[in-house]
């Protein structure tokens, strides 16, 4: 392929590829965005969901607990719990559905830990000063943060006040963390999810299961404060693509925080996304090898048509040159043949004045005869260049006849005989006996050897070989004729336009560059054609000559 079409079908190429594997590409990357899009916002509403879920759960503990104590402090009086064993039966009872307390204890209004029943014996401590001990006496009810406390292990409070006149008592109750926490828990989903509760000082009031209890890890929600309802975003935490839901708790300032690890959540989007990409990609290999398996057939196609138009267009040129020169040769011939004729009557009427006396004894006598004969020839071999530009002109149509193709060669063969012999030239002859008669003419044909093995003769000159070889083309239905030689061959700045008149390297007055254009126009009228190139050592000439077997005429060989 030459560079042009080379261009050519990488240009047709990039631009299949531009219009197929663009929108491709871009269906592709926007449809799956939307995909992930949507996937993940069906992940974060599912999130809200469960962040309510767990919320309510815990309002409601909450409630419960509170509501539990309460209806304890207002159903006694403060004589009638501290009794001995009292408070040990109340407990055992509301420990029976449940143990979500730990223990339980009452407080006088001076702080003083009066009755208590649980596993610590607390019974004696004074918690007068402590933060809780002032808000709940102010308050009534108290749900503390997880703090140690004396025991030095997490829990959280719930106390109540009780007025009776003047004074007040509190009921105080730890709830168990571990019961607490599973509550809490219940929301985590995943092996990367997480749920936990912080206060407003961003401190942890249940144990974070995955990320850890250290404050490195930032939560970017608890950064935003009180708020209502529920809020979910989208956020990286310790790295991986998270979603966060959380929400204020009502009956204590502690926040819900319920993270789930995206990554985790979109893994069957994911998965389906290697499939996709899979998809994609041998979609695209596919297109790819089509377009390149496409612009390579068209391109090929293409080159193919063009040389055909190209060998076509040269043919046609040929022929008109041929023909235009035709028209001017017989023109000129024509022209020339008259005053040729009055030169040689008027030379002929010299040479008869020359036998008159005194001319024949004068003493220029000699001078006067070479120069009529001088005249004569020049003039015959003028008669002879306008004859034959008049036979290479003349439009003359070929007559039709059965030609023994073997029988012309050899015909004409004979008339160089001596001029062969003298030379010492060898000419070998191979016919294939298959070749049978052909449509033709054969003085025609005559010409165009002739032509040839005259120029054969003349580039061997002395002491060689001529080949003539004729073949059966039995698929082209066409007879071949070879004509070899092992002269100099043709030199190779003329091989291109051999066949045009007027092209030769002999000298003046030996070659007229007619020959083989004479020859070309007489093989073309017969439906043949003829091809001259030079023998691969180098070596001489090959003149290639095809006939086809049935005759055609030169139109219809322009046509195909
Ligand atoms: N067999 C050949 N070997 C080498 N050169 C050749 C042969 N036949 C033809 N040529 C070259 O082609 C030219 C044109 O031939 P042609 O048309 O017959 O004109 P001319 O014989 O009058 O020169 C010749 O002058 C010669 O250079
Ligand atoms: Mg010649």
New binding site residues.
């Given amino acids: 392929m030459t560079k042009r079409y080379h261009i050519l079908g990488i240009k047709i190429t990039a631009a299949i590829l531009c219009f197929s594997l663009i929108p491709l590409i871009v269906l592709g990357v926007s449809l799956y965005k939307h995909f992930v899009t949507s996937y993940t916002n069906r992940v974060l509403e599912a999130l809200r969901a469960s962040v309510e879920e767990r919320k309510r759960a815990l309002d409601f503990f909450f409630e419960e607990r509170v509501s539990q104590l309460l209806s304890i402090a207002h159903t006694h009086s403060f004589d009638q719990i501290i009794k001995a064993g009292y408070l040990d039966e109340l407990f055992a009872v509301i420990q029976t559905r449940s143990k979500y307390y730990i223990d339980i204890g009452v407080i006088d209004m001076d702080g003083n830990h009066v009755v208590y029943v649980g596993p610590y014996n607390l019974k004696g401590f004074n918690y007068r000063e402590t933060e809780w001990f002032q808000a709940v006496s102010m308050q009534g009810v108290y749900i503390s943060d997880v703090f140690m406390g004396f025991r030095k292990i997490p829990h959280f409070i719930i106390a109540v006040m009780k007025r009776e006149g003047e004074k007040f008592w509190i009921l105080r109750a730890t709830i168990n963390t571990e019961l607490f926490e599973s509550l809490v828990l219940a929301a985590r989903k995943g092996r990367y999810g997480d749920a936990f509760l912080v206060n407003e000082k961003k401190e942890y009031q249940t144990n974070p299961q995955v990320i850890g209890k250290t404050t490195e890890h930032f939560i970017p929600i608890t950064e935003l404060g009180f708020f209502r309802g529920t809020k979910v975003m989208e956020s990286y935490i310790s790295g991986r693509r998270s979603a966060i839901g959380a929400s204020w708790l009502e009956n204590k300032r502690w926040l819900l925080v319920v993270i789930e690890d995206l990554e985790e959540e979109l893994f069957p989007i994911l998965q389906a996304r290697h499939l996709a990409l899979m998809l994609l990609l041998g979609g695209i290999g596919a297109i790819v090898v089509g377009a390149i398996g496409v612009s390579v057939v068209m391109v090929r196609q293409m080159e193919e048509s063009d040389r055909e138009k190209a060998a076509l267009d040269a043919e046609l040129m040929h022929s008109s040159k041929m023909a235009a020169l035709g028209r001017l040769a017989a023109g000129v011939a024509h022209e020339i043949n008259n005053p040729l004729a009055v030169i040689r009557e008027k030379a002929g009427w010299l040479r008869d004045l020359l036998e008159e006396e005194d001319i024949r004894s004068s003493e220029n006598f000699k001078e006067f005869a070479d120069a009529v004969d001088k005249i004569e020839y020049h003039v015959e071999r003028a008669r002879e260049i306008t004859h034959r530009l008049l036979g290479f002109a003349r439009r003359m149509e070929p007559h039709r006849e059965k030609v023994n193709i073997h029988r012309v060669i050899t015909e004409t063969l004979s008339f160089l005989e001596n001029e062969v012999l003298y030379r010492n030239i060898t000419i070998h002859k191979s016919f294939d006996p298959r070749i049978p008669d052909i449509e033709s003419d054969s003085t025609q044909l005559q010409q165009a050897f002739l032509?040839i093995v005259n120029?054969?003769i003349?580039?061997v000159d002395k002491n060689g070989d001529i080949w003539i070889t004729s073949k059966l083309d039995t698929h082209r239905n066409l007879v071949i004729v070879e004509i070899k030689?092992n002269?100099?061959?043709?030199?190779e700045d003329?091989l291109e336009r051999?066949f045009d008149p007027f092209?030769?390297?002999?000298p003046v007055g030996k070659?007229?560059?007619?020959?083989?254009?004479i020859t070309y126009s007489i093989v073309e009228k017969l439906g043949g054609k003829i091809y001259a190139s030079n023998r691969r050592d180098g070596h001489g000439?090959v003149f290639t000559l095809e006939f086809p077997i049935t005759g055609s005429k030169s139109e219809d060989v322009l046509k195909t």
Avoid: C
């Avoid at 092209?503 to 002999?506: G, R």
């Fill in positions: 032509n120029n054969a003349d580039a030689d002269g100099p061959g043709i030199p003329i051999i092209v030769t390297t002999k070659g007229t560059g007619l020959g083989l254009s000439a």
